[in-house]
């Protein structure tokens, strides 16, 4: 089952320009996280925002949550060919499995130099 | 980094064939968890463990079971492997602030 829905899926950019990745998802969470992979690669963690949280920082980063519209945004600033990645939001569900993350299927973001 | 290693990192093996992939933590995680990783799919939770001895399934165990004899060490075994069991694994622990760090993934190939 699918909880997530990044949009766009792929998004192709020039460096310095700010990127946005949006999430969707479903039923009622506790927390929502952001992972960034690069081809071949596992997953890295970027953020974890709660559900009673609306925005969250870290670096060039920039979390949003909207509980009542069950979405979640991550913007990245200024952009850099480092950046190119797939991003995945990942939701733990109340009431689900301990720590079963929901994930979707990423937005592949290009960023060209 | 959340001190978690997978191995073996690469595997290519037969159809029918036993296959054990092990995960291993550093810093005493309660919660451990196996996923896999496939094209059009995206990670589904396989298996999880909630301490040593304590296992659940995910949304994808068929195929799979798992033990957790040391808090460190959570195994994957797949007990006659299958071509649809080709896929990239990835085990991945649960910190006391709930997130959720992955390993850097097994790949395996049955061909």
């Known amino acids: 089952s699918q909880q997530g829905e990044e949009d766009p899926q792929a998004l192709s950019i020039q460096e310095g320009e700010n990127a946005t990745m949006n999430c969707s998802y479903k039923?009622?969470?506790?927390?929502l996280q952001w992972y960034r992979q690069n081809s071949g690669r596992g997953l890295v963690h970027l953020i974890l925002i709660r559900s009673n949280e609306r925005e969250k920082h870290s670096g060039r980063l920039r979390v949003t949550l909207d509980t009542s519209k069950k979405s979640s945004s991550l913007l990245i600033t200024a952009s850099r060919a480092a950046d190119t990645a797939s991003y995945f939001c990942a939701t733990d569900a109340t009431g689900g499995s301990q720590g079963n993350l929901i994930f979707g299927k990423g937005t592949k973001l290009s960023v060209k130099p | 980094d959340a001190g978690i290693t997978q191995s073996p990192r690469h595997k290519v093996t037969e159809t029918g064939t036993p296959v054990t992939l092990r995960c291993h933590q550093t810093e005493n995680h309660r919660y451990m968890y196996w996923y896999r990783q496939d094209p059009g799919h995206g990670l589904r939770l396989i298996h999880y463990?909630?301490?040593?001895?304590?296992?659940d399934k995910g949304e994808v165990s068929d195929g799979y079971s798992v033990s957790r004899s040391k808090t460190e060490d959570f195994l994957l075994t797949l007990e006659s492997a299958t071509s649809s069991q080709t896929s990239v694994y990835f085990c991945a622990i649960k910190d006391s602030g709930n997130t959720i760090y992955f390993g850097e993934g097994s790949w395996l190939t049955v061909v």
């Open positions: 039923t009622s969470i506790n927390n």
């Open positions: 463990s909630y301490g040593v001895k304590d296992t």
